[in-house]
DNA sequence: AAGTATACTATACATTTGTTTAGTTGTCAA
DNA sequence: TTGACAACTAAACAAATGTATAGTATACTT
């Protein structure tokens, strides 16, 4: 749902408002900054968390929590990840970057919808290298030892591969982490393990799909 | 200044708090926890501010702020990395630590002469726990495919481990990673890769010098 | 022996803060 | 034209929360 003008004031004050103090402002600091009444700055919030923007811990004092970090409109209508520009900028030289970390991937086009990010992590810029990159929880063996389970995959989206990569890919409803190979029109997705299955698709095919390369593995221990 | 054990106990508890929920107890809340009354967990709390270990934003409800993430009492006239508290309350709020990244690792107890610091990498504090913390790049394959030459392994200092540790040990000039065993009087440094030999020695032998422990493993591909 | 610090009980006060009741105004779509 | 929504005023309520007053008991220090 998209926010109105005013909203979209609010929600951003809000979001400095944490970013600069660290913690939430309450309901009237809101209003006061707004010069309106607690009542209007309230509503606001409410219809904030209506929208899934915000949540509200209860009816804690401070109790508000951002849901939505990072908003980009790059290619179509779809709010895409790990692109704020804003973060590169702390302290005037991009150290680290706030990735997020994807909790459910979906099939379609647009593979970072808001919806699914569950937080974000710092990582220094050496290692982030592209675009669109985000953070993804192994949970199979299939690539074991070489990714195990728990360690994070950082990702670079991207619909192709070459030989040899290490890509996330999408079959049915769950990502998976395989080794990708194509020869002359079929495509191969080998795990690491041998107990895991290698899986043999026609190019073009669309039972699986490429959601990005691996190009960093974080573990630990 | 040194806090009492009931100072420590209600100091764990809300760095505790703030880890799990992110945000902080209220005065209420730390009483209960601990069976007081609000006014004992508020004098505790001004103790604790008193000695620098918290900050309270004036009279705010849930105003705490930790000001002590790691306490060190640093053995001996070497500056040791991976402290930098200022970067540790970047925001308000500890997201990443200054990671020193070792080049040269030299035997002797101070572990971590300033001379052999190559750089920092900035990590996520969920990932750095420990006081005294190093990254330090790794050459052989010995621990292939579980860690991989060019990754880069995040070490707590520590001279001991325990059985299926992986550790960082001198042996004569070298820093290698294995897997540390002990068998009655026995240690062995067994490789991942079986093409590596495994290292036995005596316990309390000074051939061979634990440097720490791994903790974490970060790989760009 | 007097003073100071810790650790606490019991009660009360005051502020901050979230929330409600009750309304007004304007816009835009059915 | 009615209804829904956005955006707000004005005042009040009530819960959560920080803080003060007043006191007890114990340990340690000078």
Redesign the interface.
Known sequence: MELTSRQREIFDYIKGFI?????PPSVREVGEHFHIYPRAAFDHLRALEKKGYLKR?GS????L?ILVFQEVESHGPYRRAGLDEEHLR??GRP??REIPVVGRVEAGKPTLAVEHVEGT????I??VKGKEVFLLKVKGESMS??ILPGDYVLVRSQSSAENGD?VVTLVGEEATVKRFYKKGGKIELKP?NERWETIQIEEGSREVQILGK????????
């Open positions: 970013k600069e103090r660290g913690y811990r804690m004092s401070r109790g929590e702390r302290e150290w680290v992590i710092p990582l220094p050496e290692w030892p070489f290490v690491e691996v190009i960093g593995v974080f573990r630990k221990c």
